[in-house]
């Protein structure tokens, strides 16, 4: 009677499957915080550098603006001799602002 019980039982452990492993696998590493914070920190710097470009770019479209528009006004005024001396100083004051928005302060910024 326990003949036939011990094949049967024999048989159902042979078609089990088992997941047991042989060789242990090894557990997964933890993730390496320095190397996170480094790249967070990379992903930081060149969006500030982008954003930097950008509003370096905003600055000198605005500064042209800024030296056309007194330049107009400095001929106007002299031209039509409404102030001339007004009218000499902003081409003078267009000149040094033009001198100093697209040379100097570009090499400043790029050092």
Do not use: C, H, W
Not at 6 to 34: G, R
Not at 52 to 74: E, K, P, Q, S
């Amino acid at each position: 009677m326990i003949a036939p019980l011990l094949s049967l039982f024999a048989s159902l452990l042979v078609l089990a499957p088992l997941n047991v492993p042989t060789v242990p696998t090894a557990a997964p590493a933890p993730p390496d915080f320095a190397a996170t914070l480094q790249q967070l920190a990379s992903e930081f710097t060149s969006g500030a550098t982008q954003l930097l470009v950008a509003i370096d770019g905003a600055v000198i479209n605005v500064t042209r603006v800024a030296y056309i528009t007194v330049l107009i006004l400095g001929v106007f005024l002299y031209f039509t001799r409404l102030n001339r001396r007004l009218g000499k100083d902003l081409i003078a004051g267009e000149i040094i602002l033009a001198i100093l928005s697209e040379y100097v302060f570009p090499v400043l910024v790029a050092t």
